[in-house]
């Protein structure tokens, strides 16, 4: 067989017909069978070659029993030969010229040959042909009843259906057949997922992890225990995902976020800079990390994150935002501006632009516009105390003091708690309303609070000890902290508080811009 | 953290590790790394390269021989080939291999480029029943159907049937059945396995030249070590699942591994002494690249990912791509030890990994199909690619390069030195600002007074028109009616013919009926008289016209006059009428002529 030239192959194929059954039409059976004839018919010097060599008795055996039994081995080709070039093709994403090659075998084996199905199946379920792909695959399983694959491929593309519960039949069976895996677990936790059983969920997709660990499966689980409002476990099962795949950025970035959330900032930093390192241009750390570093008031290398991100992500309305919010820390502001109509442009529904525009515009002095914002804000988020605050100064400034005074009344209702709201609230009241008395208590609050929690912005401990001044309450508080300071601290502040006298209208304005800024990143990252 | 990524220092443009040595566009190859090996054919210590040219997939399969970047020798092959392997089979001088080539069900064994032996792969067991069946038929102790009858239950009872039942089932009648068994019933019935990957094992010594012997995966879902001297069958490993590549190590004769990677995406372990192979790791995608360094496998997968495992499965480290892997191939340069894997990319680029640092690029003419790095003529460290087009390209390592870690931090990506792009702002939009400031108090005071403005016309306009009652056409969905009505005469009688239609479009299930309706009239009774008042309408059937008339007398004598009547269709025990009309009424009373 191996026994031609060049010269008998072109013959054989110049009529291919010769011997050929009419139901084997293909060429290489035509092609083998005429050429065998011609060896018989023409020994050549390959022939001559072989009976050379006769010294291995096998080989002589071999080119005798060829004349006897010609069409043996060759009238039959296997159903299989060409399923590894098959796959060779659909692994490479050739697609094109793998769906050649199954038409080619699909039709020399009359539709029996499982494989290659499977894989014309597979393409179509890439193309988006869901149903299509499905009678395939059922067609497979008619084939073959005893492969699982074919099953689980069902499955899958009944899931993909939306058919969950007939998919859960489906993953049965397969386990039936060839027992569980972690596919199997996967798709059967997917299934319990969309059919809103958490608990079983759960538990498919902790075996899925006991027979075999995929970052899938991590993300999955992580993500259905988020769902349901369980961080602790989300963490852990992300921790345990890094655990085995260290350097994987997509469980790095989630587990960074959770801590971001949680507030620990350290970790979160180490984590998020770490899927940094493995993919400078991921997005979801980018933003996660330049919203950690804008809380710290690094906004210029925030910025250069961003600016990475934006290249990937042009139309991001939080990236914008967070970009408009580094440079009005930068005192960039018409910038800031430019960057958060764009934001709002991208998402005009989205409450947290409309706070950030509305305090942009505060510090502009550009109040009727402040207040435009702010109120369409409201219409979309009812109960924020920031943002009637923001409405209330706007108000003020507009000389509309009964409505600015309603609306920090609804503030302090709201977040009582804020000292943004309560400083301000005091500064009115003491500078607008001459409201003396209201003034002071409202800054007893705020004193309250700030003893249980020292770690208040500069501006706004500014503020409030000018206040104190002004209305000579003793700040029993900075008494205690005065030990504790260093000189030149102390030397600073008073300089400043001296400073920010002159421009009081000014710096009240200013005072809330940060803590406004800081809380929308906040915000940012709970919504990714 | 970011003091690193700066240091990493610029990215700037070098020239290429690599010297272009050959390109042959017009080459016409169509191969996979697996069928292209690089092999001292004359044993003169010159390399050529051996492709084993799928043809066209289906016809005109090759063997070729290449030297620089055309084709010096070809042999026809019968069957597609899989791969291709070069041996030593024997310990003759001067030591040349032979080539072994993987195709159908057999091992074609090449030696000095002549056909020198075929080694079929071991048949598969044949049902015992389906063979009693056709050996009975051929002997014509049953009929026709009663095999087709018997081989059908074989079939439904899910056992695998020869090629030969199933050609056989699909006869449609019995003539052709008869010609069918005639043709083929002496046969003797045969199950054929396909050879799916080759790979080399050396036998008892580990020296380059050493006596090898074949590793052959089937689609049987067996892995068969060949002697390559006497070409017999020495060991069979069964698995679970077909394998796809192949990566062994060892000696034969002392202790060897092989390594599977399968179809079912896990790489599966086989030792010399167990016939069952372990599960080494599995992996989320399918497998296209499959390379072994020292104890370390590294996989290429579908998923654009780049993964490192250890021969205990523990994934080593895992890297993402920038782009859809095509194939693999192992660079080993011998001279300075240093081995690290090639992977090919459909962006026409071959991406050098030194564990998970890229340490070079290729820029290639065009996307690889295979790739193959080895000694080419004389030249130690020659990258062969073979394209997709068919091209052939050769390039070769320039001898001063050397390859250092560069560490992860690559520094900070190209795109973080592209400027943002911010709107800017016109003057305009300066001059608003300045003005808001100047008058803030004034324009959010304007804007409140017309906002008020248009609040208050906006609930006038819908008072009156809640007051007028106006539906010209219908707004109750459930009924849709439209009413038209037209004035005929000069008065001061007039008639009035009003035109009304169901417009709702009728089901069989619903009809669709407007039942219970009235026909009401409302004008200044001053002037206008109205006989009838009230009109009881008929149950109107949908798109059918129906018209009314009614007759206007006007009452005024002294002036003319002219004012509006309203028209109302009114239903039963609802306040706000279905469908109204105005009509303007024309001038009439008085003395026309005076």
Redesign the interface.
């Known amino acids: ?6 010269t ?2 072109t013959q054989a ?1 110049s009529a291919p017909q010769v011997l050929v ?1 009419p ?1 084997h039409d ?3 059976v035509g ?2 069978q005429a ?1 065998q004839s011609v060896v018989t018919k023409a020994p050549n010097q ?1 022939i001559r ?2 009976s050379h ?1 006769s010294e ?1 008795p ?2 002589s055996a ?1 080119s005798a029993r060829r004349n006897t ?1 010609r ?3 060759t ?11 098959i ?2 093709h ?5 697609y094109a ?1 793998c769906r ?2 199954i038409e ?1 075998q699909i039709k020399e084996t ?1 539709n ?1 040959c499982e494989y290659a199905l499977y894989v014309k199946a597979m393409i179509l379920r890439v193309d988006g042909d869901i149903q299509q792909s499905l009678k395939l695959f059922q067609r497979c399983h008619q084939i073959n ?2 492969n699982p ?1 074919n099953l689980k491929q069902i499955g899958k593309n009944l899931i993909l259906l939306g058919r969950h519960k007939s998919a859960i039949e489906c993953y049965k069976t397969a386990i039936d057949l060839g027992g569980k895996d ?1 596919q199997i677990c996967q798709s059967l936790g997917i299934c319990a997922q969309f059919l809103k059983d958490y608990k079983q969920a759960e538990a498919h997709l902790s075996e899925a992890l006991t027979l ?1 660990r ?3 499966t991590y993300q999955l689980l992580s993500n259905l225990h988020l769902d349901h409002g369980e961080v602790a476990s989300a963490k852990h099962v992300l921790e345990k995902g890094i655990h ?2 260290g ?3 997509e469980l790095l970035t989630s587990l960074g976020v959770l801590y971001l959330q949680a507030g620990d900032f350290h970790r979160a930093f180490e984590l998020l ?1 770490k899927s ?6 991921n997005y979801k750390a980018i933003l996660a990390a330049g919203s950690l570093m804008q809380q710290h008031g690094d906004f210029d ?1 925030a ?6 991100a ?3 992500c042009p139309e991001s309305s939080s990236l914008w935002n967070n ?1 408009a919010m580094c440079f009005f820390g930068k005192k960039k502001l ?2 800031a ?3 958060l ?2 934001a709002h442009y991208l998402s005009p529904f989205d409450w947290r632009i409309l706070y950030n525009l509305s305090l942009l515009h505060l510090t ?6 402040s ?1 435009q914002f702010a109120s369409s804000a409201l219409t979309l988020k009812r109960e924020h105390g920031g943002l009637y605050m923001l409405l209330a100064i706007s108000l003020a ?3 509309q003091q009964n409505n600015a005074n309603q609306a920090f009344q609804q503030a302090l209702t709201l977040s009582g708690d804020d000292p943004h709201v309560l400083v301000n609230f005091a500064s009115f009241l003491h500078h607008t309303l001459a409201d003396s008395q209201q003034a002071s208590q409202i800054l007893s609050r705020f004193k309250k609070i700030k003893k249980d929690s020292p770690n208040f912005d500069k501006e706004v401990l500014d503020a409030s000890k000018k206040l104190m001044v002004a209305l000579n309450i003793a700040d029993d508080a900075e008494l205690g902290k005065k030990s504790s300071e260093t000189t030149t601290d102390k030397k600073k502040k008073r300089k400043e508080k001296r400073d920010s006298t002159t421009r009081k209208s000014e710096s009240k304005s200013e005072e809330r811009n940060l803590p406004g800024g800081k809380e929308e990143e906040n915000a940012e990252e709970k919504r990714d | ?2 003091r ?2 700066k240091g990493a220092g610029e990215d700037t443009k070098k020239d290429s590790n690599w010297i272009n040595a050959h390109l042959n566009p017009i080459a016409g190859l169509y191969a ?1 790394s697996s069928g292209i090996a690089l092999v001292d054919l004359n044993g003169q210590g010159s390399s050529n390269l051996v492709v084993a040219d ?1 043809g066209t ?4 399969m090759k063997l070729k021989v290449l030297k620089d970047s055309s084709v010096v020798q ?3 092959i ?3 080939p ?1 791969g291709i392997v070069s041996v030593y089979m024997d310990l003759n001088e001067p030591r040349i291999p032979s080539l072994v080539v993987g195709s ?2 057999s091992l ?1 064994v090449y030696k000095n480029l ?5 080694y ?1 792969l071991p048949q598969l067991e044949v049902n015992a029943e389906e063979a009693k069946l056709w050996h009975q038929a051929a002997e014509q102790e049953i009929a026709v159907d009663t095999l087709q009858a018997g081989l059908e239950a074989l079939n439904k009872e ?1 056992k695998v049937l ?3 039942s ?2 056989y089932l ?1 006869q449609q009648d019995d003539k052709s059945c008869t010609q069918f068994l005639n ?2 019933g002496s ?2 019935l ?8 080759l790979s080399t094992l050396k036998k008892s010594m580990s020296e380059a030249d050493a006596i090898s012997c074949a590793v052959v995966g089937t ?1 049987n879902k067996e892995i068969l070590v060949v002697d390559s001297e006497a ?1 017999t069958l020495l060991k069979t490993f069964s698995l679970p699942s ?1 394998p ?1 590549f192949m990566s062994v190590t060892g000696l034969y004769d002392v202790t060897f591994v092989v390594y599977a990677a399968c ?2 995406g896990r790489v599966y372990l086989c030792k010399k002494d167990s016939a069952e192979a372990k599960v080494c790791f ?1 992996v ?1 995608s ?3 690249g499959f390379e072994r360094i020292h104890k370390q496998v590294i996989v290429a997968m ?1 998923n654009q990912t780049l993964a490192c495992f250890s021969a205990k499965g523990k ?1 080593l ?4 791509l920038p782009g ?4 693999t191939t192992l660079m080993d340069h011998k001279a300075k030890g240093f081995k690290a894997v090639m992977v090919g990319l ?1 962006t026409s680029k071959v991406l050098v990994y030194h564990n ?1 640092n890229i340490v070079d690029t290729i820029e290639l003419q065009g996307v690889p ?1 295979a790739l193959c790095f080895g000694k080419y003529g004389v030249e130690n460290t020659s990258l062969i690619a073979i394209l ?1 087009t068919g091209a052939i390209e050769v390039l070769v390592l320039k001898r001063t390069v050397e390859y250092a870690d560069k560490g ?2 690559q520094g ?2 190209a ?11 016109s003057q305009l939009y300066v001059d608003q ?1 300045v003005r ?2 100047n008058h ?2 004034d ?3 304007n ?1 409140q007074y017309d906002l008020r403005q248009i609040r208050l016309t906006a609930a006038k306009s819908y008072y009156k028109s809640l007051n007028l009652k106006v539906t010209p056409l219908s707004d109750d969905p459930a009924m849709p009616l439209s009413l038209t009505a037209s004035i005929f005469g000069i008065g001061p009688r007039f008639k009035m013919l009003l035109n009304l239609v169901n417009t709702a479009a009728a089901t069989s299930v619903d009809p669709k009926l407007a039942c219970r309706l009235k026909l009401v009239f409302r004008y200044a009774e001053s002037i206008y008289d109205i006989t009838p008042r009230i009109l009881n309408l008929p149950a109107l059937v949908p798109e059918q016209t129906y018209n009314f008339s009614v007759c206007i007398d006007c009452l005024e004598k002294e002036n003319p006059i002219q004012d509006d009547v309203t028209a109302f269709v009114c239903k039963a025990g609802r306040s706000k009428p279905v469908v109204t009309a105005i009509i303007s009424m024309p001038v009439a009373g008085g003395n026309v002529f005076a």
């Open positions: 067989m191996l026994a031609q030239t060049s008998g192959l194929q059954k139901k293909q060429g290489d092609t083998v050429s390959s070659e072989i060599i291995k096998k080989v071999i039994s069409r043996k081995g009238a039959f080709p296997a159903l299989e030969r060409r399923n590894w070039l796959h060779m659909y692994v490479r994403k050739d010229r050649d090659l080619e009359k029996r009843q005893s694959e972690w075999s995929h970052v899938i085995h795949y350097e994987n950025v800079g940094l390192t493995y993919d400078p241009e290398v910025l250069s994150k961003y600016r990475a934006a290249q990937s970009i018409v910038a501006i430019s960057c109509k764009r502009m002095q550009q109040f009727a516009s207040f400034y507009l000389g | 953290m970011e690193s990524i996979f799928l997939g289906l016809k005109d070809e042999h026809s019968i069957d597609v899989t159908g069900s074609y002549r056909p020198f032996y075929k079929n899910g020869t090629v030969q199933l050609d699909e043709d083929y046969m003797s045969k199950r054929e396995t396909v050879v799916t990957c689609e070409f077909v796809c179809r079912n599995e989320s399918q497998i296209v579908m994934c480290w895992n890297v993402d859809s892997v095509v194939c459909d998970n199909q997709t992860i931090n900070p990506p795109s973080q030195r592209i400027k943002l792009e911010i709107p800017k702002k600002t808001e400031r803030y108090r324009m959010f005071q804007f």
